[in-house]
């Protein structure tokens, strides 16, 4: 599993952002996926999560209604999909995978998480 994360970048508060993470192997469907956000002197925190079949997902308090997880498997890819973006929002985020056996289980901790891709920078401007 080699996970490559892209779309951070510079976004105006209220405006929308998509991250992708897209996994070079062949294997994408057997992970579920996480999306982690750790901002400058805080802890690596968990946004949002997604089983191997999609069916499942979990998104935290702090972006529930603002954020989407979703995932292509036929894509190799899991996505997070970001509006209504506050400054608190401003952090790197990162995806992660870990081996799954059941197509509805996601996963809380980053101790679960067995790959992690490189983080991309999202920066909300006030």
């Known amino acids: 599993v080699q996970l490559q994360a892209s779309g951070g970048g510079l976004v105006e508060a209220g405006g929308s952002q998509r991250l992708s993470c897209t996994d070079s192997?062949?294997?994408?469907?057997?992970?579920?996926m996480g999306w982690f956000r750790q901002a400058p002197g805080k802890e690596r925190l968990l946004v949002a999560a997604?089983?191997?079949?999609?069916?499942?997902?979990y998104h935290s308090d702090s972006v529930k209604g603002r954020f989407t997880v979703s995932r292509d498997n036929a894509k190799s890819t899991v996505y997070l999909q970001m509006n209504s973006l506050k400054p608190e929002d401003t952090a790197v985020y990162y995806c992660?995978?870990?081996?799954?056996?059941?197509?509805?289980?996601?996963?809380?901790?980053?101790?679960?998480?067995?790959?992690w891709g490189q983080g991309t920078l999202v920066t909300v401007s006030s």
């Open positions: 992660a995978a870990k081996r799954a056996t059941s197509l509805s289980t996601y996963y809380y901790s980053p101790a679960h998480y067995e790959y």
């Open positions: 192997g062949p294997t994408f469907s057997s992970y579920a």
């Open positions: 997604i089983s191997r079949s999609g069916v499942g997902t």
